[in-house]
Nanobody, 125 residues
Framework: VQLVESGGGLVQAGGSLRLSCTASGFTIDDYTIGWFRQAPGKEREGISYINNHQGSTYYGDSVKGRFTISSDNAKSTVYLQMNSLKPEDTAVYYC???????????????????RGQGTRVTVSS
């Protein structure tokens, strides 16, 4: 199982970025897959997950209405469209996957068995 993130970078507040996570070694439809983030000095925060098999998606309160998760099974890729970015969105964003429910990983993002190396997002004010 391998997860490779891309799409991070530096953006001004109010701007947008799209993160991509390309998976290999498994079928993304069978897993909960998505994103958590970690900012310096803060705990990991579950951002958004999708589980197409369960028909479930999760968004953290801090990103609801601004971020959208989607998947392209043909490309084994999950996307996170991030709009109206704020300086407090600055963090390293990790793609992660596992078999459990999105709601479980919302509370316990440390429990993912599979995760990528992370991509850094910096939002300037």
């Amino acid at each position: 199982v391998q997860l490779v993130e891309s799409g991070g970078g530096l953006v001004q507040a109010g701007g947008s970025l799209r993160l991509s996570c390309t998976a290999s070694g498994f079928t993304i439809d069978d897993y909960t897959i998505g994103w958590f983030r970690q900012a310096p000095g803060k705990e990991r925060e579950g951002i958004s997950y999708i589980n197409n098999h369960q028909g479930s998606t999760y968004y953290g309160d801090s990103v609801k209405g601004r971020f959208t998760i989607s998947s392209d099974n043909a490309k084994s890729t999950v996307y996170l469209q991030m709009n109206s970015l704020k300086p407090e969105d600055t963090a390293v964003y990790y793609c992660a996957a596992d078999f459990g429910s999105p709601w479980f990983y919302a509370e316990f993002p440390d429990e993912f068995d599979y995760r990528g190396q992370g991509t850094r997002v910096t939002v300037s004010s």
